[in-house]
Antibody, heavy 118, light 113 residues
């Protein structure tokens, strides 16, 4: 079964750093890009950026460029989303998804809830 | 505010048909494939339609997709209460930078009355 499994929920304070993960299984992890998608409470889906796990090439949405870092370790079939200094406004559910053939997302991870509060 | 425009909400009775529109431009829908996603309450999004009108394995033929020019439409027939969810369209957009960025519509909440 092709699936993406994300790391568990996180509760952090403003200014702290964080890295969440997304592990792929059941397929060749380097064959398809991985994207990260943010969903703020009660809001819609926002594409943050994507990485090609085969060579770690990344591109970011202009809205997220400079605010997060996307990386991958193909040896363990895992992609990451990282913040160096969290803000309260980063509180959201974050999903990873495999971008199949560059044109649609399937499957999706189960989501990682990040809560940033003092 | 998304570059893809969807109605915030639609509603219909069980057994009826509903359509959800997704309006864009030549920099996104007009020159790229559209996909649709269903997000049931409290769950991750799920792929419903890809490449404008194709259904993944396991998606019933009550769900259909179409595209014309710079707009796309999701159709759902034989509505069931289990179809109550948020629906999102998505595609690539090249209006903001030299490198294309993926964009989602704002989402449409379907209520089955």
């Amino acid at each position: 079964e092709v699936q993406l499994v994300q790391s568990g929920a996180e509760v952090k304070k403003p200014g702290e750093s964080l890295r969440i993960s997304c592990k792929g299984s059941g397929y060749s992890f380097t064959s398809y890009w991985i994207s990260w998608v943010r969903q703020m409470p009660g809001k819609g889906l926002e594409w943050m950026g994507r990485i090609d796990p085969s060579d770690s090439y990344t591109n970011y949405s202009p809205s997220f460029q400079g605010h997060v870092t996307i990386s991958a370790d193909k040896s363990i079939s895992t992609a990451y989303l990282q913040w160096s200094s969290l803000k309260a406004s980063d509180t959201a559910m974050y999903y990873c998804a495999s971008l199949l053939y560059g044109n649609w997302f399937d499957p999706w991870g189960q989501g990682t809830l990040v809560t940033v509060s003092s | 505010q998304s570059v893809l425009t969807q109605p915030p909400s639609v509603s219909a009775a069980p057994g009826q048909k509903v359509t959800i529109s997704c309006s864009g431009s030549s920099s996104n829908i007009g020159n790229n494939y559209v996909s649709w996603y269903q997000q049931l309450p409290g769950t991750a999004p799920k792929l419903l339609i890809y490449e404008n009108n194709k259904r993944p394995s396991g998606i019933p033929d009550r769900f259909s997709g179409s595209k014309s020019g710079t707009s796309a439409t999701l159709g759902i027939t034989g509505l069931q209460t289990g179809d109550e969810a948020d629906y999102y369209c998505g595609t690539w957009d090249s209006s903001l930078s030299a490198v294309a960025n993926w964009v989602f519509g704002g989402g449409t909440k379907l209520t089955v009355l």
